[in-house]
């Protein structure tokens, strides 16, 4: 991921387990994923795993047999092997993705999409496609808005249309889309600002806040997850998006 701080993978996994954010925006996860955690012997695919929260999350839910993980990152994946060391890791790209086609039942891109450059993005989510099996689903989370200073790891912010659009272009049938992270949102909104790094207390609210703001901010996420456990309700306004789709049928 370009412009990261040469810190900032062994920061984001002192925190994967603890952070607010983190924690709530897996409890999303959950809501979104609803009939698929509900089946067994799942392949998943953490694409862009980072530091591994994700998988290790997933190794707990009795969903998933098989856990792989790929990232661009050499550092991210020594990390997230020792967080996970059951999943199957590589150091790849999105568009080259080191599997055989069809491999997974479900592909997870958590915060990919934006630090995706715009001339590659097709082509890496048709990589995607590739490699989901043909009943499986992705679920794209990403930064959501056009924020008047855009962070620096960002090639590109989205609203709910253009996520659309690129899934659709690249042979998915979006099944439901919907905002979250409504407090971050707002927050961000007021501030006018990108967010800061994160610290154990901090994901772009500042670190004076404190407990109380984790507190508030996890809490406002678990509500959040709660109300998209209904699988035709969506949320209007947010600092993320979410879609989660199929593969379309061939033309």
Same mark, same amino acid.
């Given at each position: 991921?370009?412009?990261?701080?040469?810190?900032?993978?062994?920061?984001?996994?002192?925190?994967?387990?603890?952070?607010?954010?983190?924690?709530?925006?897996? *409890?999303? %996860?959950?809501?979104?994923?609803? #009939?698929?955690?509900? @089946? =067994?012997?799942? +392949? &998943?695919? $953490? !694409?862009?795993?980072?530091?591994?929260?994700?998988?290790?999350?997933?190794?707990?839910?009795?969903?998933?047999?098989?856990?792989?993980?790929?990232?661009?990152?050499?550092?991210?994946?020594?990390?997230?092997?020792?967080?996970?060391?059951?999943?199957?890791?590589?150091?790849?790209?999105?568009?080259?993705?080191?599997?055989?086609?069809?491999?997974?039942?479900?592909?997870?891109?958590?915060?990919?999409?934006?630090?995706?450059?715009?001339?590659?993005?097709?082509?890496?989510?048709?990589?995607?496609?590739?490699?989901?099996?043909?009943?499986?689903?992705?679920? *794209?989370? %990403?930064?959501?808005?056009?924020? #008047?200073?855009?962070? @620096? =790891?960002?090639? +590109? &912010?989205? $609203? !709910?249309?253009?996520?659309?659009?690129?899934?659709?272009?690249?042979?998915?049938?979006?099944?439901?889309?919907?905002?979250?992270?409504?407090?971050?949102?707002?927050?961000?909104?007021?501030?006018?600002?990108?967010?800061?790094?994160?610290?154990?207390?901090?994901?772009?609210?500042?670190?004076?806040?404190?407990?109380?703001?984790?507190?508030?901010?996890?809490?406002?996420?678990?509500?959040?997850?709660?109300?998209?456990?209904?699988?035709?309700?969506?949320?209007?306004?947010?600092?993320?998006?979410?879609?989660?789709?199929?593969?379309?049928?061939?033309?």
């Amino acid at each position: 991921m370009r412009g990261v701080p040469p810190d900032y993978y062994r920061r984001l996994h002192a925190v994967e387990d603890s952070h607010w954010w983190q924690l709530g925006m897996r *409890a999303i %996860t959950a809501s979104m994923l609803g #009939a698929q955690l509900q @089946r =067994r012997h799942l +392949r &998943l695919l $953490d !694409a862009g795993c980072g530091t591994g929260g994700f998988l290790a999350w997933a190794a707990l839910q009795p969903a998933f047999e098989r856990l792989c993980g790929a990232d661009v990152s050499s550092e991210a994946i020594e990390l997230a092997q020792e967080t996970v060391p059951s999943a199957e890791l590589h150091v790849a790209p999105l568009r080259a993705l080191p599997f055989e086609d069809a491999a997974f039942d479900v592909v997870v891109l958590n915060d990919v999409l934006q630090h995706v450059d715009e001339d590659e993005l097709e082509s890496s989510l048709r990589e995607v496609r590739r490699v989901l099996d043909r009943n499986g689903v992705v679920l *794209a989370r %990403t930064n959501a808005g056009r924020r #008047a200073r855009r962070d @620096r =790891r960002d090639w +590109r &912010l989205y $609203d !709910a249309a253009m996520l659309r659009r690129e899934l659709e272009g690249a042979g998915f049938r979006v099944e439901r889309l919907t905002h979250a992270n409504a407090l971050l949102g707002a927050w961000g909104s007021l501030r006018g600002r990108a967010p800061v790094a994160p610290t154990a207390t901090s994901c772009g609210i500042p670190d004076r806040a404190g407990r109380l703001a984790s507190a508030v901010g996890l809490r406002v996420l678990e509500l959040e997850a709660r109300y998209l456990r209904g699988p035709r309700r969506s949320l209007r306004y947010g600092h993320t998006l979410l879609a989660l789709a199929n593969r379309a049928a061939e033309r």
